[in-house]
C-alpha cells in the first residue's frame, strides 16, 4: 500500500554557537570575523564535522508538528524510526521529600542546585534504586558513546596539516519533568559528555558529541567540569564537559500554552536545509541530533482552531542585552489540504520574513520554505543592504511500497558564494556570523533513502552535492537494533571534491566546499531509559 511521509554543514570561527557543517567559526553574536581569518580561527572553521545535528524528518504534511518538550526526531539519515530519547519511566517516591528537592531548585541558586539534583537522580537511576514516588516525576534519558576517526586532507588548513586523529566522545543526558497537576508542570535535562581524543582535536576547535552550546543563553554553567577550567581542556587528553540543556516551566491556559525557561524552538518544513531555523539549527554532519539545543526563552502557543495556532515568544542573549538576542512571530494553519506558516524574527538585529508550506500531492510529500533577511534592520547603525540575503528550500518524499524511505530537496542560499575563490571572504558577513548559514555555496542538490533490510537491521544513506563546485558529501549509515532500547550503528561522512591548493602568502585557497572537509568514520552505541 502507498504511502506518504514527509528529515545540515557549517564552518566555524568560534565557539558559542556553530551552526556550520565542519567544524565552526566563531559565530557567537558579538563575533568578530571580518577581515583576514587566522590560521586557528580558518582550522576552527573546517576542523570537523560536529557531532550534532539537523531537523529530524518532520510529521505527516497534513499533520502539524509539536514541539512541547523540545525534542527534534531523528531525521531519516540516522536511523529511518522517530528518535526513542522521548522513553521514559515513571517512578514512584515520596511526594513531600520530592517537593521539597524541586522547591529549592526554583531558589536563587538555581541552575548549579538543580544541576546536582539531577545528578544524584540520574545516579540512583543507573544503581537501579527503588524510590517510591508521585506518579506525577517522570524520569528518561540515555546513555551514547561515539568512537570517532578524523582522516585530515593534506593541506595548509589543518595542524597537523593532513592525517589521522581519533576521539571517543560519550554523552549522559537525564530528562525529568515534574507534573505539579494539570496546569503546572517543570521539566529539566541535562548533559554530562566525557570526551577521551587527541589534544590535536581540541586545539583546531572541533565540536562533539555533547558539547553544543547557542548564543541564546541569559547565562549558563561553565562547560567544564573537568580538568578545571577551558585552557586546561584544550590540551586535555581527557575531559568531561556539562549542559543543562532544558530548564523551563510549563503553564496551561485555558486560551494557551506558556513555556518560561531554557526550551527548545525550532520551525520549517524542509528536511536538510531550513532558512527560517535561525535560533539554534542544527549542521548538516551533526551525529546526534535527537534534541534540538536549548535556549532561554518565554513563548506562547495560542491554539486557533484545527491545525492552527499562534506562537509568540522572546529569545534572551548574553546577559539579556537586545542586540544578542531575539523575538518571533509565527502563524501556522491549515488550507486547502495545505500547511501553511507565516512569521517574522527579529535576531542580533536583524529582521526575518519567513514562510513555508506543506502538502500531499499524489502520494507524496512537498515541501516549501523560504526567509529574507535584512542586515541590521533593528539597529539604527548597522543596517546594511549589501548584506541582506534570500533562502529557499524546496522538495519531496515518497515512501514505497516496501517501506523504502526517498526524499530529494533542493537549497538555494543568496547568501553563498559563486565560486569556490568567494567561499572564505563569505564567512565574514552577517548570514555566516548571526543568520545560522554554513554551507559556502548559492545551489544544493540532496538526496537520500531509507530501507529496513530486516525488522533489525536498517540501511540508510544520503548525500549533498554542491553545484557551484561539483563536490559531495556523502553520509551511508548501517544501524542494528541489539534490543528494544540499545542500539548500535556505523556510518562514515565523506567529502568528495578538489583540495585546498596553495594560495598566496602561503595561505590556502579552496577549490571546492566538501573537497575541503575532513573524512570522519564512527561507531556508536546508544541506550535509552
Same mark, same amino acid.
Given at each position: ?33 571580518? =577581515?583576514?581569518? @587566522?590560521?586557528?580561527?580558518?582550522? &576552527? ?13 518532520? #510529521? ?44 529549592? *531548585? ?36 540515555? !546513555? ?10 593534506? &593541506?595548509?588548513?589543518? +595542524? #597537523? ?5 581519533? @576521539? ?26 566525557? $570526551?577521551?581524543?587527541?589534544? =590535536? ?5 572541533? /565540536? ?6 547557542? &548564543? ?6 561553565? #562547560?567544564?567540569?573537568? #580538568? ?72 506562547? $502557543? ?26 518571533? !512571530? $509565527? ?6 489540504? *495545505?500547511?501553511?506558516?507565516?512569521? *517574522? ?16 500531492? @499524489? ?35 515518497? *515512501? ?8 530529494? %530537496? ?17 564567512? &565574514? ?17 540532496? =538526496? =537520500? ?33 541489539? /534490543? ?6 556505523? /556510518? ?20 571546492? %566546499? ?10 556508536? +552505541? $546508544?541506550?535509552?531509559?
Amino acid at each position: 500500500m502507498r504511502g506518504n511521509a514527509s528529515t545540515r554543514l557549517k564552518i566555524p570561527l568560534g565557539t558559542v554557537r556553530r551552526p556550520f557543517p565542519l567544524p565552526a567559526p566563531d559565530l557567537g553574536p558579538r563575533s568578530d570575523a571580518a =577581515g583576514v581569518l @587566522g590560521l586557528r580561527k580558518l582550522a &576552527s572553521a573546517f576542523a570537523s564535522p560536529r557531532a550534532l545535528g539537523v531537523a529530524g524528518p518532520r #510529521p505527516d504534511a497534513v499533520q502539524l508538528p509539536e514541539w512541547r518538550e523540545g525534542s527534534t526526531p531523528a531525521r531519516s539519515r540516522n536511523s529511518g524510526r522517530v528518535g526513542v530519547s522521548g522513553r521514559k519511566r515513571k517512578l514512584r517516591a515520596s511526594a513531600s521529600a520530592l517537593q521539597s528537592g524541586f522547591a529549592a *531548585t526554583l531558589a536563587p541558586v538555581g541552575g548549579a542546585f538543580l544541576c546536582r539534583i539531577l545528578v544524584v537522580v540520574g545516579m540512583l537511576l543507573c544503581a537501579g534504586s527503588r524510590v517510591e514516588a508521585a506518579d506525577s516525576w517522570e524520569f528518561g534519558g540515555y !546513555l551514547k558513546d561515539y568512537t570517532l576517526f578524523y582522516d585530515f586532507p593534506q &593541506s595548509g588548513l589543518f +595542524i #597537523p596539516a593532513g592525517g589521522w586523529l581519533a @576521539g571517543n566522545n560519550a554523552r549522559f543526558r537525564l530528562h525529568v519533568t515534574w507534573h505539579l497537576n494539570d496546569r503546572f508542570s517543570l521539566t529539566g535535562a541535562y548533559d554530562l559528555a566525557p $570526551r577521551v581524543q587527541d589534544p =590535536g582535536l581540541n586545539n583546531l576547535g572541533a /565540536s562533539f558529541v555533547g558539547q553544543l552550546r547557542s &548564543s541564546y543563553r541569559a547565562a549558563d554553567l561553565d #562547560p567544564v567540569l573537568y #580538568p578545571g577550567n577551558s585552557r586546561e581542556a584544550a590540551t586535555a587528553h581527557f575531559s568531561i564537559l556539562q549542559n543543562l540543556d532544558r530548564a523551563f516551566l510549563t503553564l496551561h491556559l485555558d486560551f494557551a500554552d506558556l513555556y518560561v525557561g531554557r526550551q527548545a524552538i525550532a520551525w520549517g518544513a524542509a528536511k536538510v536545509v531550513n532558512p527560517t531555523d535561525v535560533i539554534a539549527p542544527f549542521a548538516y554532519n551533526e551525529l546526534d541530533v535527537e534534541d534540538r539545543i536549548g535556549v532561554d526563552a518565554v513563548r506562547l $502557543r495560542i491554539p486557533l482552531g484545527n491545525l492552527s495556532e499562534l506562537d509568540a515568544g522572546y529569545v534572551f542573549g548574553h546577559h539579556f542585552d537586545f542586540p544578542d538576542s531575539a523575538f518571533f !512571530l $509565527r502563524s501556522r494553519f491549515y488550507a486547502l489540504h *495545505t500547511d501553511f506558516s507565516v512569521l *517574522t524574527v527579529g535576531f542580533q538585529e536583524n529582521l526575518l520574513a519567513g514562510f513555508d508550506l506543506s502538502r500531499s500531492v @499524489g502520494g507524496a510529500g512537498v515541501w516549501v520554505e523560504g526567509a529574507q533577511v535584512f542586515a541590521g534592520a533593528l539597529s539604527e547603525s548597522r543596517r546594511d543592504p549589501a548584506q541582506d540575503y534570500f533562502r529557499l528550500s524546496t522538495g519531496s518524499d515518497y *515512501t514505497l511500497r516496501d517501506g523504502t524511505y526517498l526524499f530529494v %530537496e533542493y537549497d538555494f542560499s543568496q547568501a553563498g558564494g559563486r565560486r569556490p575563490s568567494e567561499y572564505l571572504e563569505r564567512l &565574514s558577513t552577517t548570514a555566516f556570523r548571526q543568520g545560522a548559514v554554513y554551507l559556502l555555496g548559492r545551489h544544493y542538490l540532496a =538526496g =537520500g533513502f531509507s530501507r529496513d533490510l530486516t525488522p533489525l537491521v536498517t540501511l540508510s544513506a544520503e548525500a549533498l552535492v554542491n553545484l557551484t563546485d561539483g563536490s559531495l558529501y556523502l553520509v551511508p549509515k548501517l544501524e542494528y537494533s541489539l /534490543s528494544q532500547n540499545v542500539y548500535l550503528s556505523g /556510518s562514515t561522512y565523506l567529502g568528495l571534491g578538489a583540495g585546498p591548493a596553495p594560495g598566496d602568502a602561503g595561505f590556502p585557497q579552496l577549490e571546492s %566546499e566538501f573537497g575541503s572537509y575532513p573524512d570522519l568514520f564512527y561507531f556508536s +552505541i $546508544r541506550y535509552y531509559f
